[in-house]
Nanobody
Framework: AQLRESGGGLVQPGGSLRLSCAASGFAFSSYDMSWYRQAPGKERELVAVITNGGGSLTSADSVKGRFTISRDNAKNTVYLQMNSLTPEDTAVYYC?????????????WGQGTQVTVSS
């Protein structure tokens, strides 16, 4: 099983980025997918979740109205569209896959992609 994030980089304040997380080696469509982020010196925080049924939830109040999570099960990919970026959004962004199936919990993490918001 593998998750590979891409799309990070350097962007100016007010700009946009779209992160992608490509999954392989497991039944992607049956997993809830999440994006987390971790800024230097801070704990990893949940940014957004999308269920296997496509219901989405943005968890962090700081990103509500700016970030949108989506998924394409045909491409085994989850996305995070990030708009109106601020320096406070600078972090390593990780995707996570999680499923509880017949009482067994399976979790996979990607390696992360760096997002830097700076002028």
């Amino acid at each position: 099983a593998q998750l590979r994030e891409s799309g990070g980089g350097l962007v100016q304040p007010g700009g946009s980025l779209r992160l992608s997380c490509a999954a392989s080696g497991f039944a992607f469509s049956s997993y809830d997918m999440s994006w987390y982020r971790q800024a230097p010196g801070k704990e990893r925080e949940l940014v957004a979740v999308i269920t296997n049924g496509g219901g989405s939830l943005t968890s962090a109040d700081s990103v509500k109205g700016r970030f949108t999570i989506s998924r394409d099960n045909a491409k085994n990919t989850v996305y995070l569209q990030m708009n109106s970026l601020t320096p406070e959004d600078t972090a390593v962004y990780y995707c996570k896959a999680e499923r509880i199936h017949f009482g067994m919990r399976s979790v996979y993490w990607g390696q992360g992609t760096q997002v830097t918001v700076s002028s």
